[in-house]
């Protein structure tokens, strides 16, 4: 089993910035690629940034520019550096990773933005 442990969610007034931290832990051997996901109340989750093995990143439209995903040294930790926020970005953010084919979550950490 793998798990997902989130971290570095709050409440952040609009124009600051957060960094979120995930920690992949148990069987992990070969990770194709981590992700951000969020969910809004009332909307479906939605993709937020990706990173592949090798570094490839990938990001929604309304956060390109302002988000930063990134990995870690030891390859099981993943971040997002969110700066200038704004109250659209207030949702659930969720840690995701592919190994051999099949998915994995974290459990979510929540993420305000006031105006």
């Known amino acids: 089993q793998v798990q997902l442990v989130e971290s570095g969610g709050g409440l952040v007034q609009a124009g600051g910035s957060l960094r979120l931290s995930c920690v992949a832990s148990?069987?992990?051997?070969?990770?194709?690629?981590m992700a951000w996901y969020r969910q809004a109340p009332g909307k479906q989750r939605e993709l937020v940034a990706a990173?592949?093995?090798?570094?490839?990143?990938d990001y929604a439209d309304s956060v390109e520019g302002r988000f930063t995903i990134s990995r870690g040294n030891a390859k099981n930790t993943v971040y997002l550096q969110m700066n200038s926020l704004e109250p659209e970005d207030t949702a659930v953010y969720y840690c995701?990773?592919?190994?051999?084919?099949?998915?994995?979550w974290g459990q979510g950490t929540q993420v305000t933005v006031s105006s």
């Open positions: 148990g069987s992990v051997f070969s990770i194709n690629s």
């Open positions: 990173i592949t093995r090798g570094g490839t990143t």
């Open positions: 995701n990773l592919y190994q051999w084919g099949s998915p994995y």
